[in-house]
């Protein structure tokens, strides 16, 4: 196709080969730094749920003047004995007074989440129960990070009252290993 000018448009095939070679440069450049971010937006959304699970078991607690479990759990329904908080977590009212608590016929689940299988999650703790009354002494502590070590990794403590707070995972990384 000529132009207005008279000369003719288009590109070679030399010019061709060197944009897609530009292109294929690029994208090996960018594809490790691309795994690297979503590995660190998949933590954070994590650590977010997690955040949003206490607030609601602390406020269920408050409200309610009752004991709230905070627990990892598989199915959503019953917490694990194991204390592996990879998987998922349950939040539910706690009216029997279980210990170590289990979710019984009739106590309300607040919220379930699943995790990520791509996540591990550590804690230095079982489970949480959340009081208006009789704290614990001292705070919880979650760590979550890539399985691949891929992203930066999160932790969220939580204080003897409930209440979360989201840090960078290595202003307690030496306490806590995640890998």
Not at 37 to 64: D, K, P, Y
């Amino acid at each position: 196709m000529k132009s207005a000018s008279g000369v003719q448009a288009g590109l070679t095939v030399i010019e061709i080969i060197i944009g897609l070679a530009l292109v294929g440069a690029l994208t090996v450049i960018a594809v490790p730094g691309l795994a690297a971010w979503q590995a660190t937006l998949r933590v954070r959304t994590e650590i977010n749920a997690l955040h949003h699970a206490f607030h609601v078991a602390r406020r269920a607690s408050i409200t309610g003047n009752v004991d709230v479990v905070v627990c990892p759990s598989t199915d959503g329904q019953q917490c694990r004995g194991d204390g592996d908080w990879s998987s998922g977590w349950l939040v539910y009212v706690e009216s029997s007074g279980s210990a170590p608590p289990q979710r019984d016929h009739g106590e309300r689940r607040l919220l379930a989440f699943r995790g990520s299988t791509s996540l591990r999650s550590v804690a230095n703790r079982r489970y949480f129960v959340v009081r208006t009354r009789r704290y614990r002494a001292t705070n919880g502590t979650f760590v979550i990070c890539d399985r691949l070590g891929r992203g930066q990794a999160r932790a969220l403590i939580v204080s003897y009252t409930g209440r979360p707070r989201a840090r960078p995972a290595a202003e307690v990384a030496g306490r806590l290993p995640c890998r």
